[in-house]
């Protein structure tokens, strides 16, 4: 097929495709699928060869956000069954991030809601970043708070944070009808903010929101080029209480698509599967891997993920290797650039772990073997919670007893897919953590 012929040799340069070549990888039927996920799957080894990277969410504030995202659980006016919580302690915090260090976590995600921090915010985040870094120096650490005031982001960076992750979402021609309370200017101006300031940027995309392909094209190109180092793919959860509750759009084919174009029009930045895999991926997850060099192990900020052993296993039986603390997850020509904004510092400013030798090189002649290292920013699952102050959760003695009441019902769902069937009962809303005496899914 000549266009997965282009879009291969182009990738194996680390070039992008064409606006056209990317809609065209969209518009690919099912039949073709296994040739694009073999395409893409070459693009994915010349940069990242067969490591995983994993990444652990610990999220420190739940619920009660001011905006109105409409895909967002945590929502102004969201009706979902959440657990809501205020800030966890530095302590809590650090305990959390070793439960997804300990089940193979390379970078913890510190995430809070909320429209942005305050100055006392960025002090407890401060102190939250010492603890977990006397416990584990080597961990990478991913703040996403919101949106940046001025010199936040340099306050952040001196405090040891290596990432920042603000995800734009969806393109700018829509991004009016998902949020009203902030604008898309005011992300891609948090995302220049983080970059600025040395971190490593890490911004991605929700799909499945009702958007077009020219949406998904329109917001994966916008990322190229405001450098972000880490593009976390979302797929929507259709959260009931939220406006998206009935927007059950997505294939595990049309899944698959998505993150093909994604590594297509990224070929040497780490595409990380992120909320909603479970959901929509299902069964054919192990072929996202093919894609895609990161996912986020254990729980997500708001629902339940797989167990993390699930994932461990599925990184296995898949042929696949967890990327270890010691190597960089970004190519070498991305980790310098990275480390050169930070002045210097590789594992700073390019969110990555020590850098040593074998880094890819967009000189090696295409299809030479990957052995490219780096790193790249934040994630979406959630560790355990302090006490919720404003909503209490009956603790389950068993984790089954918790999938059982976390079943989120979505009748009157839109109608299904030609090629699938809805898959509501899939969401559930997150009841380990706060409130609860489960222990964390990694």
């Known amino acids: 097929m000549d266009l997965l012929d282009t879009l ?26 296994l040739d694009v996920v073999a395409a893409a799957g070459r693009v994915r080894r010349r940069w990242f060869g067969r490591r995983v990277k994993l990444n652990y969410l610990v999220n420190l504030k739940s619920g009660l956000c001011p905006e109105d995202c409409n895909y ?18 530095p302590d809590q915090a650090a305990e959390a991030a070793r439960a997804g260090v300990a089940g193979g976590a390379k ?13 006392r915010d960025i002090d407890r985040v401060t102190d939250t970043v010492a603890a977990i870094k006397d416990a584990d120096p080597a961990v990478e650490v991913c703040a996403c708070l919101g949106l940046l005031s001025d010199n936040q982001a340099e306050r952040l960076k001196a405090a040891g944070v290596d990432a920042y992750n603000h995800n734009l979402n ?25 970059h600025g300031a040395g971190l490593s940027a890490c911004s991605g995309l929700i799909a499945g929101m009702g958007e077009s392909d020219e949406d998904l094209v329109d917001v994966v190109f916008a990322l190229r080029e405001l450098g972000s180092d880490s593009v976390p793919v979302n797929f929507l959860i259709p959260f009931e209480g939220t406006p998206l509750a009935k927007e059950w759009n997505l294939t595990p084919q049309r899944c698959l698509r998505i993150l093909a174009m994604v590594r297509f029009v990224n070929p040497d930045t780490e595409v990380r599967i992120a909320g909603g895999r479970e959901v929509h991926l299902r069964t054919m997850q192990p072929l996202g891997l093919h894609i895609a060099n990161s996912i986020f192990l254990g729980d ?33 020509h991305r980790a310098d650039i990275a480390a050169a904004a930070a002045g210097g510092s590789c ?96």
Not at 19 to 29: K, N
Not at 361 to 368: K, L, N, T, Y
């Open 170 to 194: 969806t393109s700018e021609a829509t991004y009016g009808g998902i949020t009203t309370t902030h604008t898309y200017a005011d992300r891609v101006d948090t995302v220049q903010k983080a």
């Open 107 to 119: 970078r913890v995600c510190l995430v809070a809601s909320g429209r942005g921090p305050t100055d």
């Open 347 to 442: 594992g700073t400013g390019g969110g990555c772990g020590p850098c040593g030798g074998g880094h890819g090189d967009a000189s090696e002649a295409p299809g030479a073997p990957a052995e490219a290292h780096g790193c790249g920013p934040c994630g979406g699952h959630a560790a355990p919670a302090a006490e919720p102050v404003t909503e209490t959760v009956e603790a389950v003695e068993t984790a089954e007893a918790v999938e059982t009441a976390g079943v989120v019902e979505t009748a009157g769902a839109a109608a299904p897919n030609p090629n699938d069937e809805l898959r509501s009962d899939l969401v559930r809303v997150r009841r380990r953590g706060a409130g609860t005496e489960l222990a964390p899914n990694a």
């Open 72 to 89: 967002c659980s945590q929502r102004l006016g969201s009706k979902a069954e959440i657990l809501k919580y205020t800030w966890l302690k």
């Open 300 to 332: 997500y900020l708001t629902s339940e993920g797989q167990a993390g052993q699930a994932d461990l296993d599925m990184i296995k039986d898949a042929g696949f290797e967890v990327e270890g603390a010691g190597e960089a997850t970004l190519p070498r």
């Open 8 to 33: 291969t040799a182009k990738g194996l340069r680390g070039e992008a495709p064409t606006r056209e070549e990317a809609l065209a990888v969209l518009a690919t039927t099912d039949d073709e699928l």
